[in-house]
T-cell receptor, first 111, second 110 residues
Framework: DAGVTQSPTHLIKTRGQQVTLRCSPK?????VSWYQQALGQGPQFIFQYYEEEERQRGNFPDRFSGHQFPNYSSELNVNALLLGDSALYLCASSRSNYGYTFGSGTRLTVV | GENVEQHPSTLSVQEGDGAVIKCTYSDSASNYFPWYKQELGKGPQLIIDIRSNVGEKKDQRIAVTLNKTAKHFSLHITETQPEDSAVYFC?????????FGAGTRLTVKP
C-alpha cells in the first residue's frame, strides 16, 4: 500500500517563474493538505482540498493556488516565485481530519 | 486561526532518561492533537495522537496527555534511545486544518 507520493523531490527555479508540485494521496484518503516548511521551522498550513474544492486556507498570498482531481490527487501551484518561497513543500493526506500521512516533500530552491 | 506553541525548542537527554515536550493551543474548538517525528530529509511521521474526549494515551514508550481546560498537551518518552533523536512536532486540528508547533530537536546521548 503506497503512502503519499510527491513529485518532484527537488526543484530549482528562477525568481519570477512559476512552479507546479504534485501529490498522490495514500490509498483510501480523500483529503489533501499542503504545507510549507522553512528550514528549522514547523510546517505552515497553506490550504486543504476536499471533494475538489479548497476547504480551508492558511495565511498565504493568492500566488499560491491548488487543485484536486477526481482521483483525489492534488497540485500546488506557485506563481511569481520569490526567494522567500524556497522551502520544503509537504503534502499530507487523510480521511476526514484525522491521521494525516505526510509525503517526503518537494525541496524547492528559488535562485 | 489556531496558534500552537511548543517548548522546549531543543532538548538533550542521556540514553535511558525520560523526555517531555509541552505544547499549548489557542482554539478551544480544536479536538485532535497528533505528534509527529521528523528525521533529516523526510516528511513528518505520526507517532501518536489523542482526541479531545481522552485525557491520556500510551503506546509502549510514548505517552501523550491532554488538558482541555488549560489548553495544553504533552509528549512523554520513557527510556529514551539514540534512535529517538529527531525533531518532534505537536499539532492541533479542529476546523479542516492542522496547525503545527515550531518543533523540538531531541538529542539522546549514548
Amino acid at each position: 500500500d503506497a503512502g503519499v507520493t510527491q513529485s518532484p523531490t527537488h526543484l530549482i527555479k528562477t525568481r519570477g517563474q512559476q512552479v507546479t508540485l504534485r501529490c498522490s494521496p495514500k490509498s483510501g484518503h480523500d483529503t489533501v493538505s499542503w504545507y510549507q516548511q522553512a528550514l528549522g521551522q514547523g510546517p505552515q498550513f497553506i490550504f486543504q482540498y476536499y471533494e475538489e474544492e479548497e476547504r480551508q486556507r492558511g495565511n498565504f498570498p493568492d500566488r499560491f493556488s491548488g487543485h484536486q482531481f477526481p482521483n483525489y490527487s492534488s497540485e500546488l501551484n506557485v506563481n511569481a516565485l520569490l526567494l522567500g518561497d524556497s522551502a520544503l513543500y509537504l503534502c499530507a493526506s487523510s480521511r476526514s481530519n484525522y491521521g494525516y500521512t505526510f509525503g517526503s516533500g518537494t525541496r524547492l530552491t528559488v535562485v | 486561526g489556531e496558534n500552537v506553541e511548543q517548548h522546549p525548542s531543543t532538548l538533550s537527554v542521556q540514553e535511558g532518561d525520560g523526555a517531555v515536550i509541552k505544547c499549548t493551543y489557542s482554539d478551544s474548538a480544536s479536538n485532535y492533537f497528533p505528534w509527529y517525528k521528523q528525521e533529516l530529509g523526510k516528511g513528518p511521521q505520526l507517532i501518536i495522537d489523542i482526541r479531545s474526549n481522552v485525557g491520556e494515551k500510551k503506546d509502549q514508550r510514548i505517552a501523550v496527555t491532554l488538558n482541555k481546560t488549560a489548553k495544553h498537551f504533552s509528549l512523554h518518552i520513557t527510556e529514551t534511545q539514540p534512535e529517538d533523536s529527531a525533531v518532534y512536532f505537536c499539532a492541533a486540528s479542529g476546523n479542516n486544518d492542522m496547525r503545527f508547533g515550531a518543533g523540538t530537536r531531541l538529542t539522546v546521548k549514548p
